[in-house]
Structures are given as structure tokens and as C-alpha cells.
């Protein structure tokens, strides 16, 4: 069973007020983590609870509303620290992946880049984020779930995992990449009325076995692209590094981007609204002379 569809079901069952952190694999799909250890502080040193993720990767506790500090690890997996997350005063799930090490997957010595998305699963979240990166080869590669694989020059660019249906993850990862400024954008296939800013969007970019940053999309993020960090910068000693966005870029909001065909949806969106209420109101005045005739 997909993990995103047992997370739905653990919101069903859960406890009133109790967190579920659901631990995928992020390089298969539908592969959960099991007897994954998690940790959770209010601070740095203040461990309030711990656990571990039973046959179906999760693992339910009953946490206060708030930002706590999560930490995961695995046998074999590249281990999250203190990774910031914010719960409300419903049930939550939180789906988090976790990445093997190169020396468990038989790879050890390989340059590998990778970029793991993850979202929040609730209904009313963004169902299906998509994650996009252009190649910084002369090719300029797009690796999409439209284009799920790129082999260049003596470099690979694969999608692993494409999800569609809350969760994630979806996961991007580079073997060998070459020198120059590499692109990645988090896109909102669904449209709206959902929205990628309410929808506990995180990005983590990990370095060969260490994880290099995460990123949390902005609670404004209104647009249909999110670029959480300016590049991916692979330098000519072949050692990588992210170029983040500016305060000044920030504010000027060149972290987000929209087409012309997602103003557009949500044009129809608005209009089909409408139509809908006109129509309700229409039948209920059919429906009032029709008793008043008879």
C-alpha cells in the first residue's frame, strides 16, 4: 500500500491531537522505513520524546501545537538532525524521506548530488508538487516527471520517485556532475485552490552522505514555481555548493515564478465558482415557482 494512502488512514486512527511521522525511502517508491529512530526537542538538548517507526514506517505521538525539532535516523540512511518542524492542533501527518548511503547501496566513491521533496498530506494540501531541474551540461537537460532520465557526458541526472498523491517524496538525484550552475524548482501541478505555501513544502539537498540544507517554502508562496535556492553550483574542483537568494532578491520575489496558464486556471477556477452559486440560486427559484404553480 503507498505510504501516502497509510498515512491518510493513520489520520483516521490516531490518537486526538497525536503527530504521525511517516519515513519513506526516498529513492523507491512506495518504500517505507522501518525501525527508523526519531527524536524529538523543544531546544537543542531538550529531548521531549522518542520512538520508532514501526512496519509501515510511522510512528504516533501526542506533541503540544508548535515548532519542535525532529531528528531521524536508520541503519544504512543518511541521518536528518533537528529538522524544524511546525504542527498545529490537528491531527498531522508529517512525511519525511531518508536517503541511503552510498557505501549501502554498493557506490561508494561516486559524486552524487541529490534533492528530496517532501509535502504535507492533508486534503487540503497541494496533492501532487512536481520537482524540476535543468542541467547545467550544454544540453540544459530538463529532468521532470515528463523526462524522468538525462545520461550526458560521463554524468546522469534521474528522477527516482515521482509521486502525485500527497507526501512525496519525489526525488531528484546527479551522479558525477559536471562543472556549472544547475536549476531546481518545485512546481504546483495541481494548481489551485490549492497552494504550495500551506502545504509544509520541504526541500533537503544532500552531498554525497551529508545533508547539505533544507529549505521550507514561505507560507506566501502564492505562485506555481518555488525556487528554493538560487543554483546548485558545481565548481571546477567538481565539489558542489548552493547559491542562496538574497534578502534583497527575496523581497523583489525572484525565489517565485508564474505562467500565464496558472493565472489562467485560477481564473477558471473563480469563474466555475461563480457559475456554480448562479446555478444554485437558479434551481432554488425553479424550484420555488414550481411548488407555488402546483
Not at 165 to 171: A, L, N
Not at 200 to 206: A, I, M, Y
Request: net charge negative; hydrophobic share 45%; glycine share 8%.
Amino acid at each position: 500500500m503507498p505510504c501516502q494512502l497509510l498515512a491518510l488512514l493513520t489520520l483516521l486512527t490516531a490518537p486526538a491531537g497525536a503527530a504521525t511521522f511517516q519515513v519513506a525511502d526516498a529513492m523507491v517508491k512506495d518504500q517505507v522505513v522501518a525501525g527508523a529512530s526519531i527524536q524529538i526537542e523543544s531546544a537543542p538538548g531538550e529531548v521531549v520524546a522518542t520512538g520508532v517507526t514501526d512496519a509501515q514506517g510511522r510512528w504516533t505521538v501526542d506533541l503540544e501545537p508548535g515548532t519542535w525539532l525532529v531528528s531521524y535516523a536508520a541503519d544504512g540512511y543518511v541521518p536528518i538532525g533537528r529538522s524544524p518542524t511546525a504542527l498545529d492542533a490537528s491531527d498531522q501527518v508529517v512525511t519525511t524521506a531518508l536517503t541511503m548511503m552510498l557505501e549501502a547501496l554498493g557506490t561508494p566513491g561516486v559524486r552524487r548530488v541529490q534533492v528530496v521533496l517532501t509535502w504535507g498530506s492533508d486534503l487540503d494540501q497541494v496533492p501532487d508538487a512536481d520537482s524540476h531541474l535543468v542541467c547545467a551540461c550544454p544540453e540544459g537537460a530538463e529532468v521532470y516527471f515528463g523526462d524522468r532520465e538525462h545520461a550526458g557526458d560521463g554524468h546522469s541526472v534521474d528522477l527516482d520517485v515521482d509521486d502525485v498523491d500527497w507526501g512525496g517524496p519525489e526525488t531528484i538525484t546527479l551522479v558525477d556532475p559536471p562543472p556549472g550552475a544547475y536549476t531546481y524548482f518545485v512546481r504546483n501541478f495541481s494548481g489551485p485552490p490549492h497552494r504550495l505555501g500551506s502545504s509544509d513544502v520541504v526541500v533537503r539537498v544532500l552531498f554525497g552522505d551529508e545533508l547539505a540544507r533544507e529549505y521550507r517554502v514561505p507560507e506566501s508562496m502564492d505562485d506555481e514555481d518555488w525556487f528554493p535556492f538560487r543554483a546548485l553550483q558545481v565548481g571546477e574542483d567538481l565539489a558542489p555548493r548552493l547559491v542562496d537568494w538574497t534578502p534583497e532578491e527575496l523581497a523583489a520575489g525572484a525565489d517565485r515564478r508564474t505562467g500565464p496558464l496558472y493565472h489562467l486556471s485560477c481564473t477558471w477556477v473563480a469563474l466555475l465558482c461563480v457559475g456554480l452559486s448562479v446555478l444554485g440560486v437558479l434551481a432554488l427559484v425553479v424550484f420555488r415557482v414550481a411548488r407555488r404553480r402546483s
